[in-house]
């Protein structure tokens, strides 16, 4: 019986990982309301057609750019025209209620209702087109549900029987105006079929104890998995403009050819696959957020967590490429915009908040956010702003402040190869833990002529007093107090240093350029002997 479960199982988990993995040819039978796979078929398969939309999209920004913004309702991306999507559902009863929904990213979100008439129809209607993607009928009291596909053709029916005691909502469904849903069911019952006998294969391998009979089994169970596998090859082959091909598509992995793995150059292979990384997905196909695998969060995860070295540079550069890529999508693109300014506003990777104030400066703060409301982009734009500062490779603006006996310090004058900077709060419970440490690598390495200067709030002088009498190794650093300055300008060089929490420590070179920003201390000794390391190989 082709239960929902297997039905589920196709859709949720079953796609293959890499289409191109198997180079054998396999035979697939033909199966009842399902498409004929041909007996041979060919694995080493063309791409899938980028879809091209009808009209140029085009994206309203009612805000403004920043900083002159106003207030107004933002676009939310919906274009304007029509659906119809009608279900004739045997066994559902009149006046019914029953739901539309899709997948977006990682959710499943409820879109419209409907009643269901006297004659078993629930219709579902708007005067704003749907977004392209999976989306999912679901039943009364929300009993159960099952997938279809809304692409450019938004007028179509789709009957079939509730069977909510089997389930079995595919096998008895018909489709009407909807190409790509006809196809997307042969699909869903062709895999389900050979997936039902890959059950029934395992059952008797369970029973079966004879071992020669267990290794005809798994030899026959390998069989099937070719046979479903490239059933999703000869799907992309057959309709290379769907959508359920562009995410089959997009979830298969770039193939290495063997010439470029057998090269006399031992970085070819990852440069081949790094430069064409991106080539399975169709940046045009906004269908791709509304899949049941959020896989454009995969596709990306991936590259940066192990292809690329965690460089800010190099992260820019890779935003730069996405965003080129997907400037004619509408959701697509939205969702790398907020993607890559998240990651990289979020990450405790040191100088990638360089990443994040060049990426929000190209989006969110040149109009691109434009279903984002002004205040959200007036705080992410100062953000921005106010991070950039202090980015490594900035010059570290120079601060004149006192010290506990009212003694003007300017911390551009200190000589020194590498001065430390540590704002920190002596009631600071990890301040108190992180001083010490500093005490030490500090005292450990003052012949090199390392020089820091502890900056603390003026309104906690005596509890920063009381502090270094229990710490005297602290005598040495200039301790200075964030608070009275001689005038606005000085004040202003102050917030330059991004400063969000207790403590934050920045390296400034002996040109008092920014070399680390928020480095944690137990970091600090490996960077700055590394540092010196790289500067002397570049003298000699």
Same mark, same amino acid.
């Given at each position: 019986?082709?239960?929902?479960?297997?039905?589920?199982?196709?859709?949720?988990?079953?796609?293959?990982?890499?289409?191109?993995?198997?180079?054998? =040819?396999?035979?697939?039978? !033909?199966?009842?309301?399902?498409?004929?796979?041909?007996?041979?078929?060919?694995? @080493?398969?063309?791409?899938?057609?980028?879809?091209?939309?009808?009209?140029?999209?085009?994206?309203? #920004?009612?805000?403004?750019?920043?900083?002159?913004?106003?207030?107004?309702?933002?676009?939310?991306?919906?274009?304007?025209?029509?659906?119809?999507?009608?279900?004739?559902?045997?066994?559902?009863?009149?006046?019914?209620?029953?739901?539309?929904?899709?997948?977006?990213?990682?959710?499943?979100?409820?879109?419209?209702?409907?009643?269901?008439?006297? +004659?078993?129809?629930?219709?579902?209607?708007?005067?704003?087109?749907?977004?392209?993607?999976?989306?999912?009928?679901?039943?009364?009291?929300?009993?159960?549900?099952?997938?279809?596909?809304?692409?450019?053709? =938004?007028?179509?029916?789709?009957?079939?029987?509730?069977?909510?005691?089997?389930?079995?909502?595919?096998?008895?469904?018909?489709?009407?105006?909807?190409? =790509?849903?006809?196809?997307?069911?042969?699909?869903?019952?062709?895999?389900?079929?050979?997936?039902? =006998?890959?059950?029934? +294969?395992?059952?008797?391998?369970?029973?079966?104890?004879?071992?020669?009979?267990?290794?005809?089994?798994?030899?026959?169970?390998?069989?099937?998995?070719?046979?479903?596998?490239?059933?999703?090859?000869?799907?992309?082959?057959?309709?290379? !403009?769907?959508?359920?091909?562009?995410?089959?598509?997009?979830?298969?992995?770039?193939?290495?050819?063997?010439?470029?793995?057998?090269?006399?150059?031992?970085?070819?292979?990852?440069?081949?696959?790094?430069?064409?990384?991106?080539?399975?997905?169709?940046? @045009?196909?906004?269908?791709?957020?509304?899949?049941?695998?959020?896989?454009?969060?995969?596709?990306?995860?991936?590259?940066?967590?192990?292809?690329?070295?965690?460089?800010?540079?190099?992260?820019?550069?890779?935003?730069?490429?996405?965003?080129?890529?997907?400037?004619?999508?509408?959701?697509?693109?939205?969702?790398?915009?907020?993607?890559?300014?998240?990651?990289?506003?979020?990450? #405790?990777?040191?100088?990638?908040?360089? $990443?994040?104030?060049?990426? $929000?400066?190209?989006?969110?703060?040149?109009?691109?956010?434009?279903?984002?409301?002004?205040?959200?982009?007036?705080?992410?734009?100062?953000?921005?702003?106010?991070?950039?500062?202090?980015?490594?490779?900035?010059?570290?603006?120079?601060?004149?402040?006192?010290?506990?006996?009212?003694?003007?310090?300017?911390?551009?004058?200190?000589?020194?190869?590498?001065?430390?900077?540590?704002?920190?709060?002596?009631?600071?419970?990890?301040?108190?833990?992180?001083?010490?440490?500093?005490?030490?690598?500090? +005292?450990?390495?003052?012949?090199?002529?390392?020089?820091?200067?502890?900056?603390?709030?003026?309104?906690?002088?005596?509890?920063?007093?009381?502090?270094?009498?229990?710490?005297?190794?602290?005598?040495?650093?200039?301790?200075?107090?964030?608070?009275?300055?001689?005038?606005?300008?000085?004040?202003?060089?102050?917030?330059?240093?991004?400063?969000?929490?207790?403590?934050?420590?920045?390296?400034? #070179?002996?040109?008092?350029?920014?070399?680390?920003?928020?480095?944690?201390?137990?970091?600090?000794?490996?960077?700055?002997?590394?540092?010196?390391?790289?500067?002397?190989?570049?003298? !000699?």
């Amino acid at each position: 019986m082709l239960n929902k479960y297997i039905f589920t199982f196709v859709l949720a988990g079953i796609f293959s990982a890499n289409l191109y993995a198997q180079k054998e =040819q396999t035979a697939a039978a !033909n199966t009842t309301n399902t498409e004929t796979a041909p007996a041979a078929i060919a694995l @080493n398969l063309g791409p899938i057609t980028p879809y091209k939309r009808a009209t140029p999209a085009i994206k309203q #920004n009612n805000v403004g750019v920043y900083p002159k913004l106003k207030s107004a309702k933002s676009w939310d991306g919906v274009e304007p025209g029509k659906y119809s999507l009608k279900f004739v559902i045997k066994g559902i009863k009149h006046g019914d209620t029953v739901y539309l929904a899709d997948y977006h990213l990682d959710g499943k979100y409820r879109r419209d209702t409907a009643i269901v008439d006297k +004659n078993g129809l629930a219709n579902f209607t708007g005067t704003r087109k749907l977004q392209h993607g999976f989306y999912l009928f679901v039943f009364p009291q929300v009993r159960d549900y099952f997938e279809f596909i809304v692409d450019d053709d =938004q007028d179509f029916t789709i009957s079939t029987d509730t069977s909510y005691w089997s389930r079995e909502y595919f096998p008895k469904m018909k489709v009407n105006g909807s190409e =790509q849903n006809s196809s997307y069911l042969a699909y869903q019952l062709y895999k389900a079929k050979i997936i039902q =006998q890959i059950i029934d +294969n395992d059952k008797v391998s369970e029973t079966d104890t004879l071992p020669a009979q267990k290794q005809i089994l798994m030899a026959k169970k390998m069989e099937l998995l070719k046979l479903k596998n490239n059933y999703d090859s000869f799907y992309i082959a057959t309709h290379p !403009n769907h959508l359920l091909s562009r995410f089959l598509y997009a979830m298969s992995d770039v193939e290495v050819p063997m010439d470029v793995q057998k090269s006399t150059d031992s970085n070819a292979a990852y440069k081949y696959y790094k430069e064409h990384y991106w080539d399975h997905i169709d940046f @045009n196909e906004d269908g791709l957020v509304r899949v049941p695998l959020n896989i454009l969060k995969q596709k990306f995860d991936f590259f940066f967590d192990k292809v690329i070295p965690p460089d800010a540079d190099m992260c820019i550069k890779v935003a730069d490429l996405l965003l080129a890529k997907s400037e004619n999508s509408v959701e697509v693109e939205k969702y790398i915009i907020w993607y890559l300014t998240n990651r990289f506003e979020t990450s #405790n990777i040191m100088g990638m908040d360089k $990443a994040f104030v060049i990426t $929000a400066q190209k989006t969110y703060c040149s109009g691109k956010a434009w279903w984002i409301d002004s205040a959200t982009v007036r705080h992410m734009c100062d953000n921005a702003r106010d991070r950039e500062p202090s980015n490594i490779g900035k010059p570290g603006v120079p601060l004149e402040l006192a010290d506990k006996d009212g003694i003007w310090h300017n911390t551009g004058e200190i000589k020194a190869p590498y001065t430390i900077l540590i704002f920190w709060d002596p009631t600071c419970g990890h301040c108190r833990e992180v001083m010490p440490k500093l005490a030490k690598i500090y +005292n450990d390495n003052k012949a090199k002529g390392w020089k820091v200067v502890a900056l603390s709030p003026s309104d906690k002088k005596k509890e920063w007093l009381e502090y270094q009498k229990e710490h005297p190794e602290m005598s040495e650093f200039l301790h200075l107090l964030r608070g009275e300055v001689r005038s606005e300008a000085w004040a202003e060089n102050l917030r330059k240093y991004y400063v969000i929490a207790s403590p934050t420590i920045y390296i400034l #070179n002996e040109n008092k350029v920014i070399e680390a920003n928020r480095i944690d201390v137990d970091k600090i000794e490996d960077f700055l002997n590394h540092l010196t390391k790289l500067k002397g190989k570049k003298t !000699n």
